[in-house]
């Protein structure tokens, strides 16, 4: 099966910073891949479709690119509401697996 | 407005049987592809089953192959996991997942969540 692997798994940034997350895939996966938004205590909620395509209502500061392997999510300015694990989720093939997820906080 | 409530969860004994549900509305059941996603306390998210809108594909993942089954009846707008055999390692929060389509697994709506414990 292919493995999802998201770097770091953990970062700490000021507001206002600009915040990268990578999610790497064992094997190519085109452009299936999904980000999604957790906040604690909350359900997750899908940012990111098709690799690149934003979801409608997520905010502009989100963005994402990437295909085949290598996949990228960009917060462009982060702001405190963004304080959430982010998790990528390739959904090419069953098993539709997620990765283990990348913990954001604020400095 | 799309609405999805998991029902039946709860503690269960190891080697137990439970089955959870996941009642829709404000949206054509039928169309769209559904999973089972669940979070082990403090873990990450751990995709587990997912059906088409017919409910003719189903998929599994390995740690429950064998041991879950997935249904839904849409004519009650209802999904499924029927899980046997429970082990410790199942304990976690189960939510329900709705594809953006019948062949997109990309998850737009959650519902809130049932907590299952599998514990003596």
């Known amino acids: 099966d292919i493995q999802m692997t998201q770097s770091p798994s953990s970062l700490s940034a000021y507001v206002g910073d600009r915040v990268t997350i990578t999610c790497r895939a064992s094997?190519?996966?085109?452009?299936?891949l999904a980000w999604y938004q957790q906040k604690p205590g909350k359900v997750p909620k899908l940012l990111i479709y098709?690799?690149?395509t934003l979801q409608s209502g997520v905010p502009s500061r989100f963005s994402a690119s990437g295909s085949g392997t290598d996949f990228t999510l960009t917060i462009s300015s982060l702001q405190p509401e963004d304080v959430a694990t982010y998790y990528c989720?390739?959904?090419?093939?069953?098993?539709?697996?997620f990765g283990q997820g990348t913990k954001v906080e604020i400095k | 407005e799309v609405q999805m409530l998991e029902s039946g969860g709860g503690l269960v004994q190891p080697g137990g049987s439970l089955r959870l549900s996941c009642a829709a509305s404000?949206?054509?059941?039928?169309?769209?592809?559904m999973s089972w996603v669940r979070q082990a306390p403090g873990k990450g998210l751990e995709w587990v089953s997912g059906?088409?809108?017919?409910?003719?594909?189903?998929n599994y993942a390995d740690s429950v192959k064998g041991r879950f089954t997935i249904s839904r009846d849409n004519s009650k707008n209802t999904l499924y996991v029927e899980m046997n055999s429970l082990r410790a390692e199942d304990t976690a929060v189960y939510y329900c997942?709705?594809?953006?389509?019948?062949?997109?697994?990309?998850?737009?709506?959650w519902g809130q969540g049932t907590l299952v414990t599998v514990s003596s």
């Open positions: 997942a709705k594809g953006r389509s019948n062949s997109s697994p990309a998850f737009n709506y």
């Open positions: 404000g949206f054509i059941f039928s169309n769209y592809a």
């Open positions: 059906i088409s809108g017919s409910g003719s594909t189903t």
């Open positions: 094997q190519g996966i085109s452009n299936y």
């Open positions: 098709a690799a690149s």
């Open positions: 989720q390739k959904y090419n093939s069953a098993p539709w697996t």
